[in-house]
């Protein structure tokens, strides 16, 4: 069965700093892997997503995602943290034919501080 | 890009009544669409797939006569709460499933019910 570990609950950094969430995953197959935010009380924007290919991916907001199959790992990272990236963050994996539904984590929360 | 909208965005309702829960590709068809569910502080957690021009299929322990789903054209499916309780209150989000030459799923902004 597929499923999806964030290890971490919630994460607190300091602006400016360097970030790292983990996600480890649990898949059959080569999965389809994503990183989602989502502010309080608004829906999930996709931040990035990996099918095949180069295992680093770039998304949207300068965030990157590493995927490691050896470690069935998808860590998120961004070099500088800024104050408008505190949100919960939620990992999630898909099948390769697309049509099934996501399985997601429990998500990590992210606290930004001055 | 892929837009996919719920209306409406937030509800508030009295025990007993019945809420609908819309959910719209914008420029997209999609004869796959897929509602979660979410509490507070919680991942989310799928109910249903909606198929178009078929029946739903219901994960295990929803139940399919209280969160009736209509998927009745290829861009719009409906999440219909019936009869409401205030356990019911909640977040749910669908997404819509574009295909291509990467399938990719796409979600609403989400609608958050409050029953009273």
């Known amino acids: 069965a597929q499923s999806v570990t964030q290890p971490d609950i919630h994460i607190t950094v300091s602006e400016g700093a360097s970030l790292e969430l983990r996600c480890n995953y649990s898949?059959?197959?080569?999965?389809?892997l994503f990183w989602y935010v989502q502010s309080p009380g608004q829906g999930l924007q996709l931040l990035l997503k990996?099918?095949?290919?180069?295992?680093l991916v770039q998304g949207i907001k300068g965030f990157e995602a590493e995927f490691k199959r050896s470690q069935s790992s998808f860590n998120l990272r961004k070099p500088s943290v800024h104050w408008s990236d505190a949100a919960e963050y939620f990992c999630?994996?898909?099948?390769?034919?697309?049509?099934?539904?996501?399985?997601f984590g429990k998500g990590t929360r992210l606290s930004v501080i001055a | 890009g892929a837009v996919v909208s719920q209306h409406p965005s937030r509800v508030i309702c009295k025990s007993g009544t019945s809420v609908k829960i819309e959910c719209r590709s914008l420029?997209?068809?999609?004869?796959?669409m897929f509602w979660y569910r979410q509490f507070p502080k919680q991942s989310l957690m799928l109910m249903a797939t909606?198929?178009?021009?078929?029946?739903?299929?219901?994960e295990q322990g929803v139940e399919k006569d209280k969160f009736l789903i209509n998927h009745a054209s290829l861009t719009l499916s409906t999440l219909t709460v019936t009869s409401a309780h205030p356990e019911d209150s909640s977040f749910y989000i669908c997404?819509?499933?574009?295909?291509?030459?990467?399938?990719?799923?796409?979600f609403g902004p989400g609608t958050r019910l409050t029953v009273l």
């Open positions: 990996y099918f095949s290919g180069d295992t």
């Open positions: 999630a994996v898909g099948s390769p034919s697309g049509n099934t539904p996501l399985v």
């Open positions: 420029d997209f068809q999609a004869t796959t």
């Open positions: 997404s819509a499933l574009k295909r291509g030459s990467a399938d990719t799923q796409y």
């Open positions: 909606s198929n178009e021009g078929s029946k739903a299929t219901y």
């Open positions: 898949y059959g197959a080569t999965p389809y």
